[in-house]
């Protein structure tokens, strides 16, 4: 077998590298896989092209996954095993556990070939470019260079940025930082992206999780204060909020003729309203009045678009 492969390896397959060596070794359960078990596994793999994995590459996989994902891959002495630690973490949600349900579906769908065509799945194209790029930066704590041309400006600005983190919403990427403020931009806006030599600090105090505690999607207006908003749906429609509550705020409070409240904590955003008017007659905003009067409005402008003069 040949036991050596170009060191250019694009960035773009670390990356799916990284996946399947945490979604292998997570597989594996507390048993673990030794080095040779893993190898063995590596070389089925199309990724592999039939080159062994080095071990000096193993232990560099193994230290970007700590570093990018928080993921410690960890060798029992006594079996010389390796096993992830902590799996409990990972089975809570959050960004470990979205990896490996995303990337590893996506690398077992390359390896079933005969499948492609009956497995589909959603596209995100925003993330195709500059995703692994903004990851590296974050990882090293370099700045970039970014030219970005927002929907709402006539003309492209190129800054530089300082990227604290990313998220995912409705088929988009988003990466949150810093240029003379903290902004959200969206990956398939940036027109042009390097990282360059120039460190900086995250700011202790800026915490991701917390960031959109409040919010629903990916709008963060300091101008819009969270409040509690209660919802009244019919109970086919409760079934899907349960399945899938809209922030982790939800709570169900009452029943009222077969409908059933749910009230949140939450800034009503325009993403929010957004959702809540893609669930059409099925919801009625309850509270607060304000809320329920921008949704009345937005109603009664589709109604006029419509031209449905019954209900006017």
Request: hydrophobic letters at 40%.
């Amino acid at each position: 077998m040949k036991t050596s492969k170009s060191k250019h390896t694009k960035s773009s397959e670390l990356f799916n590298r990284y996946i399947w060596l945490v979604d292998t070794i997570y597989n594996s359960g507390e048993s673990g896989l030794t080095f040779e078990e893993i190898n063995n596994k590596w070389l089925r793999n199309s990724m592999s092209d039939n080159i062994d994995l080095p071990l000096k590459t193993f232990h560099n996989h193994k230290t970007a996954i700590q570093e990018m994902f928080d993921v410690n891959i960890i060798c029992n002495k006594s079996t010389y095993k390796y096993f992830i630690d902590n799996t409990e973490d990972m089975n809570r949600g959050g960004v470990r556990t979205w990896l490996l349900n995303t990337f590893a579906v996506n690398n077992l769908i390359n390896e079933s070939h005969k499948l492609k065509q009956r497995i589909l799945v959603e596209q995100i194209p925003s993330g195709q470019h500059y995703l692994t790029t903004i990851i590296e930066a974050m990882r090293d704590g370099l700045k970039m260079e970014m030219t970005y041309q927002s929907y709402s400006r006539n003309a492209s600005s190129t800054y530089t940025f300082e990227p604290y983190f990313v998220k995912v919403f409705k088929q988009r990427w988003y990466v949150i930082g810093k240029s003379d403020k903290v902004r959200i931009h969206a990956l398939d806006r940036i027109q042009y992206l390097v990282i360059i030599e120039e460190k900086y600090e995250m700011p202790v105090d800026l915490i991701p999780e917390e960031f959109f505690i409040h919010c629903f999607g990916i709008i963060h207006d300091e101008n819009i204060v969270a409040q509690t908003v209660q919802l009244k749906v019919n109970s086919w429609q409760a079934n899907y909020l349960r399945a899938l509550p809209l922030h982790h705020s939800q709570k169900e409070i009452g029943v009222v003729d077969d409908e059933i409240i749910f009230q949140y904590f939450i800034k009503p955003t325009f993403d929010f309203k957004q959702e809540l008017l893609s669930l059409g007659n099925d919801i009625e905003i309850l509270s607060p009045a304000s809320f329920r009067e921008e949704i009345a409005i937005v109603v009664r402008n589709m109604n006029k678009n419509y031209q449905i003069e019954s209900l006017l």
